[in-house]
């Protein structure tokens, strides 16, 4: 596609329940990255791929934050017994090659209740 | 890790004045990206200026990566300029991942 594309948008989840956040990203762009971002804060780095495999995960907070790219292309970022503190923007973003211009996806507001 | 510092942390302004806002970061980066977020939560990619000196449209941005600092111009500002504008760096420590370290932001709102 032209852009970054992350589904859902919003999701809405009762504590404890599992989520999944997907990443679609751009055409051809070898490196994929997840970020989170509290509310007046900058986003914060969780995740990076290189191709199919996750090359830094240093910033995932916890063994409940998985995410996977079987294919080198879309993501899955996946939260197991999501907490209330979970709740976040999550934003995607994908570059030609590591180190290159980082484009975003519209994000997914999780909101965990 | 390498620190960003963003101001003003909040700026107000009227319609067609303008503005410069600072991004400073203590470490050597190897580029810089100025972002601006919209109210709906998208990061709007502006300027990827490791050094030197660009201009898109009303906008300019200039990054002296010796003295770790880089300013964005702003000029005849527009209700739709309205938002967080964040600096955003790939630290030299930053290992094979080149990730992005970000500042808190600036929020900017342009009063019509």
């Known amino acids: 596609g032209a852009g970054v594309s992350q589904t859902p948008s919003n999701k809405v989840t009762e504590k404890g329940k599992y989520v999944e956040l997907r990443c679609d990203p751009i055409?051809?762009?070898?490196?994929l990255y997840w970020y989170r971002q509290s509310l007046g804060q900058g986003p914060e780095f969780l995740i990076y791929?290189?191709?199919?495999?996750?090359?830094?995960d240093s910033g995932l907070p916890n063994d409940r934050f998985f995410a996977v790219r079987p294919e080198g292309s879309v993501s899955t970022l996946k939260i197991q017994r999501t907490e209330r503190g979970d709740s976040a923007m999550y934003l995607c973003a994908s570059s030609y090659d590591r180190g290159s211009e980082a484009f975003f996806g519209q994000g997914t507001r999780l909101t965990v209740v | 890790g390498i620190q960003v510092e963003q101001s003003p942390p909040d700026l107000i302004l009227q319609e067609g004045a303008n503005s410069t806002l600072r991004c400073n970061f203590s470490d050597s980066v190897n580029n810089l990206q100025w972002f601006h977020q919209n109210p709906w939560g998208q990061l709007i990619n502006l300027f990827y200026?490791?050094?030197g000196t660009k201009q898109n449209g009303r906008l300019s941005a200039t990054t002296v990566a010796t003295e770790r600092y880089s300013l964005l111009y702003i000029s005849s500002s527009q209700t739709t300029d309205s938002g967080v504008y964040f600096c955003a760096v790939d630290p030299i420590s930053s290992g094979s991942a080149r990730q992005l370290t970000f500042g808190s932001g600036t929020q900017l709102t342009v009063l019509p």
């Open positions: 200026i490791p050094s």
């Open positions: 791929f290189q191709g199919t495999g996750a090359a830094d």
């Open positions: 055409s051809g762009h070898t490196a």
